[in-house]
């Protein structure tokens, strides 16, 4: 019930073109569902967030849908550049005070020139 | 220095070797934490400390021990690894949400160990 399931485990697509990467999971509880962004040999870092209170939040050319009721979730990236190149992870989080994200195991997107 | 720094950036070691990983945070957070990145393995949450206390262990061997001598710095203690234990170890840190933050954990770059 801890788990978040994330597909595909790596993505190819073409400059311009839009990378989908979905998600899931099922423990009711998780209220918060961050998508990370990760270079080698580079940690990650926060893209983007959402809360189970919207359907979609869009920041510039990356935009996160949520649909509660399917308990699902997915990252967009329009317009997708060889430098989206990296490793997403989806992440939910379940409780207050320090936070306990539980991860995806994370897409390889390679964004082809 | 910003953000969160970590070192070693690589170490490999023997099973009988006692190593320890560095992190420190120089982002004002009170959490930080200890997470293990292995290939085609979801990132798995080892250890946190909150206003310096361990508040999650989750079920890691006694061969890795954690310290947080204050918020601004943890180690992790190695001892006795198995060379299942190669893997890249991530610190972060995050600011309580209690106190109105949005908790977004800061990544270090990672310590690539491995255990020969």
């Known amino acids: 019930q801890q788990q978040v399931k994330q597909s595909p485990q790596s993505l190819i697509v073409q400059k311009g073109g839009i990378s989908i990467i979905n998600c899931a999971y099922e423990n009711t509880a998780f209220d918060y569902f961050p998508w990370y962004q990760q270079f080698p040999g580079k940690g990650p870092a926060l893209l983007i967030a959402i809360r189970p209170d919207v359907s979609e939040k869009k920041e510039g050319r990356f935009t996160i849908s949520f649909n509660k009721s399917a308990k699902q979730f997915s990252l967009h990236i329009m317009d997708s550049q060889p430098g989206d190149s990296a490793t997403y992870f989806c992440a939910a989080r379940g409780y207050q ?3 306990k994200l539980v991860f995806g195991q994370g897409t390889r997107l390679t964004i082809n020139p | 220095e910003t953000g969160v720094t970590q070192t070693p950036r690589h170490l490999v070691m023997g099973m009988t070797n006692k190593k320890s990983l560095k992190c ?5 957070h009170n959490a930080m934490y200890w997470y293990k ?3 085609k393995k979801p990132l798995e949450l080892m250890f946190v400390y909150s206003l310096e206390e361990r508040v999650e262990n989750n079920s890691v061997p006694s061969r890795f021990s954690p310290e947080c001598p204050n918020s601004s710095h943890l ?3 190695l001892h006795t690894l198995q060379p299942e234990d190669s893997a890249l170890y991530l610190c972060a840190s ?3 949400q209690t106190s109105g933050h949005t908790g977004e954990l800061f990544f270090g770059e990672g310590s690539r160990l491995t255990v020969l």
């Open chain 2, 75 to 77: 180690f992790l203690h």
């Open chain 2, 24 to 28: 420190e945070q120089h982002l004002g």
């Open chain 2, 94 to 96: 995050s600011q309580d």
């Open chain 2, 37 to 39: 990145q292995s290939a």
């Open chain 1, 97 to 99: 005070g320090a936070q």
